[in-house]
């Protein structure tokens, strides 16, 4: 009997809390807090795991932008809870959960100081990041063609060429080729890092942007070898996963 309501306690707490922790190896994070659900609004901070296994901040907290829409949950390195809305193609909302950062992209005229480790990619007209739902092979994948952007589907799949809020991006990796069994089509594309617009006016489609001298700061702070993620979830949120997800 004792078992038996043990079992039906743990399968109660399963549907309601999304189990996940941080990589054993991961000893530096990009923190994001939201007020709630619905903030385009982020907190930012940089820390790190310290000798004595304390997390130190190195960077922020300052101001970024999110989803015109707020948060939903989205598909990273954590397990949602069962049954949770998660994020879609053109829903307007920045994805929740913890995830991998990826590599740089970048047209901006001044190099970005960054670890060599992390790879960047000089974008010109033969990028594309493709974010049609109709071409599952290709989805939320970067694609270098052998000729410049021409077709109709080309030029709107094309990166940003002289766009300054995406002229440093770098990659969070929701749904992306560096999460197991993804991606999803239509699950969400194309989550950057970028610079933010008319200085903080404006929320963004959801992506994370920020003011460009923290965009530089963050991103030289970097260290692969620490193996960085991104926690990005609303407040209270994550004070109830603190302990479980065993978050900085």
């Avoid at 130190?56 to 015109?68: E, F, K, T, Y």
Wanted: glycine share 8%.
């Amino acid at each position: 009997m004792k078992k038996k309501l043990f079992f039906l306690i743990a399968l109660v707490l399963c549907s309601r809390v999304s189990f996940a922790q941080l990589p054993a190896d991961c000893s530096q994070a990009v923190i994001g807090i939201a007020d709630g659900w619905d903030s385009s609004v982020v907190s930012l901070s940089v820390v790190e795991k310290q000798a004595n296994g304390h997390w130190m901040r190195i960077l922020g907290p300052v101001q970024g932008r999110l989803g015109r829409a707020g948060l939903v949950w989205g598909l990273g390195l954590h397990t949602n809870p069962r049954g949770a809305i998660t994020k879609r193609e053109g829903d307007g909302r920045s994805p929740a959960g913890i995830f991998r950062i990826g590599g740089l992209w970048t047209t901006h005229k001044t190099p970005v100081k960054h670890n060599r480790r992390i790879p960047e990619v000089r974008v010109d007209p033969r990028d594309l990041w493709v974010s049609d739902p109709s071409q599952p092979h290709m989805y939320n994948r970067h694609i270098r063609l052998n000729h410049p952007a021409s077709t109709p589907w080309e030029l709107k799949e094309q990166m940003r060429q002289t766009d300054y809020a995406h002229s440093i991006k770098l990659l969070i990796c929701h749904n992306t080729q560096e999460t197991p069994g993804r991606p999803v089509v239509g699950a969400g594309s194309s989550i950057f890092f970028h610079i933010w617009r008319h200085d903080g006016a404006a929320p963004t489609a959801g992506c994370t942007s920020m003011a460009e001298s923290n965009l530089r700061s963050l991103i030289a702070k970097l260290e692969p070898a620490r193996n960085p993620v991104y926690i990005l979830l609303p407040r209270a949120e994550y004070a109830r996963l603190h302990s479980s997800w065993r978050l900085p």
